[in-house]
């Protein structure tokens, strides 16, 4: 494992942290430590031409860009001078993964189309949890109780990877990047062993390269360089 899946690993462990803390998935806050570490290490890749607006920076507030069909608040846009060039969408799937996970998928591709037909560049990073646990509803944003624990399988994958083979349309994202996790004994999160699941040779290979946050992030700092 490298260095920066080390200090990605640890900004996860400091959003899992929040996330016990408020005891529900859609707090904001179990974001700000990943999305402050992707930031970073994508400004370092950039160098001054560039400014970033995402929570954990600056100011801490999302940028807000004027779409195609609707104004969508922005995960981590990257501004050159005050323009919008590009943009990460982040998604962090903590519990209930399979109930939603269709209206996941529609939601990038409207979320996708709506800034592509802008000329804005669009790449998107989903964290999923090899074992993901699923809860009972609760009121307002906790937690209810645990009920099951859901197992990542090839089929749940197979959607991003077809998005991903597809060609250029404005729903698919520029580049797309997936991890899978888990949390050992201790509650501290590391990468997942893909031995314990069915995954298929190439989807294995496609989340330990094609996928993996390292290549992710050295194709964003092409997609900025593209688009500016």
Do not use: W
């Not at 949890?129 to 109780?145: A, D, E, I, M, S």
């Amino acid at each position: 494992m490298g260095q920066i899946d080390k200090q990605f690993l640890a900004a996860i462990g400091e959003s899992f942290k929040a996330y016990n803390k408020k005891g529900g998935a859609r707090s904001t806050k179990k974001l700000i430590p990943i999305h402050k570490f992707i930031s970073e290490k994508v400004l370092n890749r950039l160098g001054k031409k560039f400014s970033i607006k995402s929570l954990g920076i600056g100011d801490g507030k999302e940028a807000t860009l004027d779409g195609k069909y609707y104004f969508k608040d922005i995960d981590i846009a990257i501004f050159k001078k005050e323009k919008i060039v590009s943009t990460i969408s982040f998604k962090f799937v903590t519990s209930n993964y399979k109930q939603n996970a269709n209206n996941y998928f529609e939601n990038l591709m409207g979320e996708t189309a709506n800034i592509r037909r802008r000329g804005v560049g669009f790449a998107h990073f989903l964290v999923l949890r090899g074992h993901t646990p699923y809860y009972t509803k609760n009121k307002g944003n906790l937690r209810g109780k645990e009920q099951k624990m859901e197992i990542i399988s090839e089929k749940d994958l197979q959607k991003y990877i077809k998005l991903y083979k597809d060609i250029d349309f404005p729903h698919k994202p520029d580049l797309m990047g997936i991890c899978l996790l888990e949390l050992d004994k201790n509650n501290h999160p590391k990468l997942v062993n893909f031995r314990d699941f069915d995954f298929s040779a190439e989807t294995k290979k496609l989340l330990q390269n094609e996928f993996s946050l390292s290549k992710f992030l050295d194709k964003f700092t092409h997609l900025v360089n593209l688009k500016s």
